[in-house]
Antibody
């Protein structure tokens, strides 16, 4: 069973870069068994898919966020990361990492981490 | 962007009753649709994928149907532990989610 745990600062200043890491257990991130994604949910709004990365390093990003998003994989630490640049208050949300063997759905989720963009 | 509209926003039923949750897409998504359950304080859990396939370990009382633009999640006989918010998600054009249906048990 794959388990995911998000980590990172809970507070980011506007215009700065949000950085989160998802620690993976129960599977090797380099196995190729799963696709690794980030999803967020601002308070009172829908879940929003941010993007995904595969073992090979190939990525797909939500077009609405593509210009500000970078995802990466660290096989040695068995984790993957999200960087979102030039944050504003609109980026305040509960951020989840998620994964699944099928690129279309999300079988495994972390508990989520709240990130607030505020000075 | 494919917009998913879920109805009703809130559903309040008694144990043993049948729950019917709707998800409508702004354009056809074929059968590329999933349903998730999120209980209070927990992460979402995948219930249904490809519109009607139950995910591993999901009880048989959960079923999905539909294709194109109209989809339904049915819980045949409600249990108290089914209290949750239910989300649909499409995978035909990138990934988008509905706004959720909150299921309450009377």
């Amino acid at each position: 069973q794959v388990q995911l745990q998000e980590s990172g600062p809970g507070l980011v200043k506007p215009s700065q870069t949000l950085s989160l890491t998802c620690i993976v257990s129960g599977d090797s991130i380099s196995s190729g068994n799963n696709y690794w994604s980030w999803i967020r949910q601002p308070a009172g709004k829908e879940l929003e898919w941010i993007g995904r990365i595969y073992t090979s390093g190939s990525t797909d990003y939500n077009p609405s966020l593509k210009s500000r998003v970078t995802m990466s994989v660290d096989s040695s630490e068995n984790q993957f990361s999200l960087r979102l640049s030039s944050v504003t208050a609109a980026d305040t949300a509960l951020y989840y990492c998620a994964a699944g063997p099928n690129p279309y759905y999300f079988d495994y989720w972390g508990q989520g981490t709240l990130v607030t963009a505020s000075s | 962007e494919v917009v998913l509209t879920q109805s009703p926003a809130t559903l309040s039923l008694s144990p043993g009753e049948r729950a019917t949750l709707s998800c409508r897409a702004s354009q056809s998504v074929g059968s590329c649709l999933g349903w998730y359950q999120r209980k209070p304080g927990q992460a979402p859990r995948l219930l249904i994928y490809t519109a009607s396939e139950r995910a591993t370990g999901i009880p048989a009382r959960f079923s999905g149907s539909g294709s194109g633009t109209d989809f339904t999640l049915t819980i045949s006989s409600l249990e108290p532990e089914d209290v949750a918010v239910y989300y649909c998600q499409q995978c035909s054009s990138w990934r988008t989610f509905g706004q959720g249906t909150k299921l309450e048990i009377k």
